[in-house]
């Protein structure tokens, strides 16, 4: 923890109340996802969380470079993971719980792509990877709030621009976080039912068309939400297509829902 860095203290106080017994902030580190997948290999304790005032090599999704300046929430939750079949839920769980906490902390319409965009009105706000190692899930989170949005990156949005303001790091974390632990909980009981229906009530591209790029092509389709997998749905040319998430995939919204 650095004095350098004057939310670290008041994001630790919040995090330690909810219940977590090991929570480590540094003003820059690698990775926290690398923090916390190195902590799951040496069997330290969980629910553990590791934040970071910036990154210097953050990732997203298939290992690409993830922009992580001083002013964002870079922020990695180490938990039990749960069983295989359940662990796409506990992603798109975390998009979902991100996206809540933007709508209760900072007043914006939040909402998920799949399979881990965080998004308010067309613009990408962050991002979720979750990796696992020796019987732990490590969620990493990461949402520009006070930060300018990554340059090159023309969707990219931070909270800050868009509500005028700046954003409680603090509060986020704490609201992120609670919604984390409220969806892992509900995956140990088996509820992946409850977090779908969560997630797919903030889904922005439900029944929107779309353009779905892979590696064997780009192809216009009309998204239809997310099966039992966590798989996404699609409709191509009557057809009905399913995409999992490992596979390389992106989706560009072209308009909203009929």
């Known amino acids: 923890m650095s004095n350098r860095w004057p939310e670290s203290k008041a994001m630790a106080a919040r995090l330690s109340g909810l219940g977590f017994v090991r929570v480590e902030l540094a003003p820059e580190v690698a990775s926290t996802n690398d923090q916390a997948l190195q902590a799951a290999r040496q069997g330290g304790p969980v629910p553990a969380a590791f934040l970071a005032q910036r990154q210097r090599a953050g990732r997203g999704s298939r290992g690409r470079h993830w922009q992580s300046p001083a002013g964002g929430l870079w922020m990695t939750l180490l938990l039990p993971a749960p069983a295989l079949r359940l662990l796409p839920w506990l992603a798109l769980g975390t998009g979902a719980a991100a996206a809540a906490a933007i ?47 990554p340059a090159g990156v023309p969707e990219a949005e931070s909270l800050a621009r868009l509500t005028g303001q700046p954003v409680a790091l603090d509060l986020l974390a704490e609201a992120v976080a609670a919604g984390v632990l409220g969806c892992h909980q509900a995956l140990l009981e088996g509820k992946w039912q409850a977090i779908r229906r969560k997630w797919s009530a903030l889904d922005v591209l439900a029944g929107a068309n779309a353009l779905l790029e892979t590696e064997t092509g780009v192809w216009q389709v009309k998204c239809l939400g997310v099966t039992e997998r966590g798989t996404l749905v699609c409709e191509q040319e009557g057809r009905r297509r399913e995409i999992r998430a490992a596979s390389s995939v992106r989706l560009r919204a072209l308009c909203p829902p009929a």
């Open 103 to 149: 709508c209760e902390r900072c007043g914006l319409a939040a909402g998920v792509k799949w399979p881990n965009d965080i998004m308010v009105v067309g613009a990408k706000l962050g991002g979720v990877l979750v990796e696992t190692t020796a019987g732990r899930a490590a969620v990493g989170i990461g949402i520009n709030a006070n930060n300018d949005p």
